[in-house]
Each structure stands twice: as structure tokens, then as C-alpha cells.
């Protein structure tokens, strides 16, 4: 594999930076961040979110320059470019404060299982930024376990009525449509009888709650890694969806929703969420002089970071490999996996080096008068172990490593053995 990019590459890069350079101000940041904070501290079960004229305007001229959904076909709005161009229009947005991409938001499963005129509707409106879907997944006896799900949709001719509930749910009360796992037939085995909806959230029947995060108050500042200060529980009564809505095969839906999990690991998102902890303390640790002490002078400092740094590295390598295996049609089995275990525990490591090198300062946060860089490292401890569970944890991604990468039989079998 060749590991540089080429000068269609680094040239998009240029022309990504000199864009934001000229187009990211603070009174677009402002705007942005009121919008974030009133969405977020609204007690009301769902908000529409309303892009002021700066954003909408922003927004627009990113598309007019093609680099949404860069690498999706153009007949569902895209450019049919790279999958390395892509990351790297993703990752220069994400730098800046801007989530432009589709991780995380069902896009790649539609693509990989939704029908023609599925893909038609909602693609277009996903790169648009015009749709956005909240994960319903996990519930609260059916977290790590998801398969244990208990949500049900009962067929009622070609509907199907929907009653359960769902936790965690961090975008609900934003996001224009839910992708739903529920379960359609209870006497099958727990991974065979499941299945997936698509539809809008203001659908009848359906309840969105907010549950606020240990980041709610005081508010993280941004670049917090995991910093979401509200997630959602939603309830569903009644809910009656027609059998379009499904996507891939009624009781398919584990092998749908774990293909999309998979494909949405793999991605600027998660590789910035990993790595950009140790950028930040570089920085921080470079620009630092304390009456002639500067921490970079420090041999255990310098050591620790140059170990987390070599670490990060292989974070972006393994993102690279999994991006070069789905651009040319490889079969992506357990490399997003493999991402999932490395990279958010290299993420703890990371935090909680930081915190011994901040000392007491480490626990200051945003509004403090003494917090260091607003808080960001304080915060980004109160956040750094959710990224182990978050879209699986890293003990059921060491089993998925071990069965599909490893051919090994799985760890309730090996215990059944023994």
C-alpha cells in the first residue's frame, strides 16, 4: 500500500484550507454555537434544527464545490470520487468545528442494503444535510448485548405497529428520522428474528425525552472528544409503519445493522476522536512556559507523548487500510472492528496521561478561571471511557476480531468447553 497521498490529494487539502481559512469566522462559529446551545438546553422533547443565514450560506457554498458526499455515485448525489478524498474533506471540516460527513448516519448501510428508490430518497438528503437519522438501538436491558433487544414490531397486513422502548438515542431530538432495530420475530434466534426501519421522527406514537450527560453543566467546550451534553430516551406506542420502510429483508436486520456499524467505523469522525487528544497536548506542551520551566524540556513528558504519538499513527494507518479495502471492493470483515478495540483505548491512554502531566489543573472545568485551554483536557477525561462502549464495546469487537478475522470460535463457545 502506498502510504502518501497524491497531488490531486495534497492539492484538495490545499484548496480545503485555504476555503476555511476564508470562509470560518467568528461570527459563523457564534452562530453556530448558539444554535448547538439552544438545541441542547431546550427542555422540550425535540427540536428542528434551524441554520441561521452565515450557516446556510456556508453550507451552500460546500456544496456548490462538490465535496459533499465526495465519494457516493452522482446519481444519488455524489461525485463518485475516492474514498481517501473524502476523509480528507471530512477531516479538514471536522478540524474547523463542521461535521459534513456520513458516518454515523445510516448512509452507509442504505447504500449497501436499501432498494433503488430507497437510495433515490434519502442519499440525496443526507449529503444535502437536509436528513439526518437518530441510531435506535440500544435499550436499557440491551446495551453491549443488542441482540437481546426487546422493541417489537408485530406485522399487521403491510404495516407493522411498533412498541418499546429505546436509550441513548443522542440525536433524537434533532435528527428528521429514526433507523430502527426491532425485533419482528420473537421465536427466532435472538440475532435472526430482527429487522430495520426508516422513518420520520414526527411520526405518531413516538416519544423523545431527554437524558443529560456528566458534559451538560458546565458545557464542554468544543473539540471536547465526546462531549454531547444531552442523549435521549424514546418511546414508542402504537407506532405503525408500512412495510416500505424496512430496510434490506423483514428479519435481516442484524446483518443490515451490523454491515453499517462496521462501515461506520471507518472514517475522518472516529480517527479525529482518537487522535486529536494527542495533537492538542503537543500544542499545549509546545507553547508552554512557566517562568523558565517549559514541559517540553521534561524527558518523561517528552517520551510518554512521543509513545502516545507513535500510537495515534497507527490509528490513522489502520483508518487508511480500511478505507483502501472498501475502495477497491475488498471484503471489510473485521478491520472496522480491529479500529474500534485500538483506537478508543489508545484514547484513554492517552487522557489519562494527559491528566498526570496537567496535575491538579487536569480537573478544571470550562468556566474555571485556572482550567487549561477551557477545560478541553478535564473534559475530555468525563467523556474518555464512553468511547470504549460507544457503537460497541471493545470486548465484543475483540470477539468480532477473533471470529471473523481470526477464524477462532466465539467466547461463549470456548466457555461452553471448558
Known amino acids: 500500500m502506498d502510504f502518501g497521498f497524491t497531488a490531486e490529494q495534497q492539492q484538495l487539502r490545499k484548496d480545503l484550507r485555504e476555503f476555511i481559512a476564508a470562509n470560518v469566522n467568528p461570527e459563523l462559529m457564534e452562530e453556530l454555537d448558539a444554535a448547538e446551545a439552544t438545541i441542547e438546553g431546550s427542555t422540550q422533547g425535540r427540536q428542528t434544527v434551524r441554520r441561521g443565514p452565515l450557516l446556510a450560506a456556508f453550507y451552500e457554498k460546500i456544496w456548490e464545490r462538490g465535496w459533499l458526499g465526495y465519494s457516493y455515485p452522482k446519481e444519488y448525489g455524489g461525485q463518485d470520487g475516492d474514498r481517501v478524498s473524502q476523509n480528507i474533506i471530512e477531516e479538514e471540516f471536522l478540524r474547523a468545528g463542521f461535521h459534513i460527513g456520513l458516518a454515523g448516519s445510516g448512509g452507509p ?5 436499501g432498494t433503488e428508490e430507497q437510495k433515490r430518497y434519502y442519499l440525496p438528503k443526507l449529503i444535502r444535510l437536509e436528513y439526518s437519522f437518530a441510531l435506535g438501538f440500544t435499550e436499557p436491558q440491551a446495551g453491549a448485548d443488542l441482540a437481546s433487544l426487546r422493541c417489537r414490531a408485530v406485522r399487521d397486513g403491510d404495516h407493522f405497529v411498533i412498541n418499546g422502548q429505546k436509550m441513548y438515542t443522542t440525536s433524537a431530538h434533532v435528527a428528521t428520522h429514526m433507523y430502527l432495530m426491532a425485533r419482528t420475530d420473537p421465536s427466532a434466534k435472538k440475532h435472526d428474528g430482527i429487522s430495520i426501519f426508516l422513518f420520520p421522527m414526527d411520526t405518531p406514537g413516538l416519544t423523545v425525552r431527554p437524558l443529560w450527560t456528566i ?16 442523549s435521549n430516551e424514546v ?15 423483514e428479519n435481516e436486520g442484524w446483518r443490515v445493522g451490523s454491515m453499517g456499524l462496521n462501515l461506520d467505523r471507518v472514517g475522518a469522525w472516529r480517527y479525529l476522536r482518537s487522535v486529536q487528544r494527542d495533537e492538542d497536548i503537543v500544542n499545549w506542551v509546545k507553547s508552554k512556559d512557566f517562568g523558565g520551566f517549559s514541559p517540553k524540556d521534561n524527558p518523561a513528558i517528552r517520551d510518554k507523548i512521543a509513545e502516545l504519538w507513535i500510537e495515534a499513527q497507527v490509528c490513522r494507518l489502520m483508518t487508511l487500510r480500511s478505507m483502501s479495502i472498501v475502495q477497491h471492493g475488498g471484503n471489510f470483515t473485521y478491520e472496522g472492528s480491529a479500529e474500534k478495540v485500538f483506537a478508543p483505548e489508545h484514547g484513554v491512554r492517552t487522557t489519562e496521561a494527559i491528566t498526570q502531566m496537567l496535575g491538579p489543573y487536569a480537573q478544571l472545568l470550562n468556566g474555571s478561571p485556572h482550567a487549561v485551554e477551557q477545560g478541553v483536557f478535564a473534559h475530555n477525561t468525563m467523556g474518555a471511557f464512553q468511547s470504549g462502549i460507544n457503537h460497541g464495546s471493545v470486548q465484543i469487537m475483540r470477539d468480532q476480531v477473533a471470529k471473523r478475522g481470526l477464524g477462532m470460535p466465539s467466547a461463549n463457545k470456548l466457555k461452553a468447553k471448558t
Open 109 to 113: 448501510a442504505i447504500m449497501a442494503a
Open 215 to 230: 458534559q451538560n453543566n458546565p458545557r464542554a467546550p468544543r473539540g471536547t472528544c465526546y462531549g454531547e451534553a444531552r
Open 235 to 249: 418511546f414508542f406506542e402504537n407506532v405503525r409503519l408500512h412495510e416500505s420502510t424496512l430496510l434490506g429483508k
